[in-house]
């Protein structure tokens, strides 16, 4: 499959900034459509072969205006909160939906869709349930001649992340640390193997039509997580576990509070355990790098433009 121009949907976020990069240096041309050029201006307008288009992804006309000439459609879409009540409806399941159209009506034969890891028709949250429909909605596209692929990531850690950089923020800030979720399970995934994982797979044909879990190479409690963290910073915090009840109440709290630092939603997902099934797909050919290696540099560091990424993008900017 000859690959020169790849479009990616929500290419200005966190994982797709990585992606980009990457894409760059591999000498495609890369589109990325944004709701706000000055979100994604900093790192983004910098790569020579990247192009930032100002555009309305939900408009189908103006989605197939943009994925024609594209030899592929990557789909980063995702949003974390039901905001407005339709935002996973919107997000999840009917993009997919119009992406897979634009893909079949503008002849592009290649669509990587990220969905998340533990999604599933009966899951127990709105965001997994919507991820589900979505990867469905993706799916259709095959019909039509478009080779699919699925990505279902574990949390995923890195520069710019708002997980592990959200929890250096907060550890920094209060003395103590009630936790919702606290004995909930996580396997977190680089943000760079991901990315990686996603370029490889645009022209390896053993990808094509399969769907694949991510994840690093070890699990985690979400309370392992934070007194990691805080570790890593050189802070002393008391990590209090909140029953569920509690745990409920404070993500009832948080999701008023402006922010949305944390929904019901969101907690309810980690009632089921975010781990990977099996190891990292061996089709990709490498192994997943591990936290330790990774996040002391980026969390230690202060002065890092990455550490404002995750308050930038709570803040919608
Ligand atoms: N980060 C994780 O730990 C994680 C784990 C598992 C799965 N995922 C999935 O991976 C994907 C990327 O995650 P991320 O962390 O990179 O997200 P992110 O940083 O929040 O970026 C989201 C991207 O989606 C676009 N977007 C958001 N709402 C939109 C809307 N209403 N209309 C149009 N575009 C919209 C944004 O574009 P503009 O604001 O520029 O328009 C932005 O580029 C998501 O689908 C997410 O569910 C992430």
Redesign the pocket.
Known sequence: MNMKTVCIL???????RHLAEILAARGLDVRIP???RE??KADLILLPTVELVFAD??DPQALRHLVTGCDAVIN????LHNRRGNGFA??HVELPGKVAAACRDAGVSRLLH?S??GADASGPSEYLKSKHLGEEAARKAAAHGVAVTVFR?S??FGPG?S?LSLFAGLARLFPILPLGGASARFQPVYVEDVARAFADSLTLPATFGRTYELCGPTQYTLRELVAYVCRVIGVSRAIVPLPGPLAYLQALALEILPGSLMTRDNLASMSKPNVCGCAFPPEFGFAPTALESVAPAYLADRRSRARYDGFR?RAGR
């Open positions: 929500g290419g200005s976020g966190f994982v797709g944004t709701r706000l979100r994604a992804i939900h980063l879409v995702g949003v919107r997000n990220m998340a890891l990531p949390v995923i992340d997980f993008c």
